[in-house]
């Protein structure tokens, strides 16, 4: 409010136009919490009706580890839906039911680097990241996917190999 009246109204603006600077303002946060949201909800979807619990038993009964369904989660949620706060709020979800009262502290570290490795591949349209990139450096879209979309895979691959090479060693 007193920013408006400062900053606005006290320097000549009417009414009208700072409603219509704000509103345009906002419209980015809104998606942005949208879609967070919506993944929270998904999320809670998976947990409450045991399909997270369900397909995060079978591919341990397989023989996957534990850092790898994370990952591999993390990875299909973010290339489906976009976003890679949902894909970490998601993989976490469906990964917890994995996880023993005995694990270290250590395998935990490694456990959100992985689902923070998974959630970083592949930015692209429906990700804020990537409007971000594209608007600020005057990239268009085609340039922003072999620049940023090929740099945030080679980011979650390299890291996803660190957490396993840690895994493998534990350092």
Partial sequence: MWA???????????????????????????????????????????VNTGTGEMVANYFANEGVS????????AVIIRILQGSATVAMITAAGITAPLLGVDISEFNKALLVLAIASGASIM?????????????????????????????TTLLSIVSFAVVFLLSIFNL
């Fill in 4 to 46: 408006w009246y400062l900053l606005g109204i006290k320097r000549g603006f009417s009414k009208a136009s700072l409603l219509t600077i704000s509103t345009k303002s906002m419209e980015p946060a809104g998606i942005i919490i949208l879609l967070t949201g919506a993944g929270g909800v998904f999320k809670q979807i998976l």
């Fill in 123 to 151: 930015s692209h349209v429906n990700d804020s990241g990537f409007w971000l990139v594209s608007k600020y450096l005057g990239l268009t879209e085609k340039q922003t996917f072999k620049s940023w979309t090929a740099m």
């Fill in 66 to 73: 534990v850092l790898l369904f994370a990952f591999l989660a």
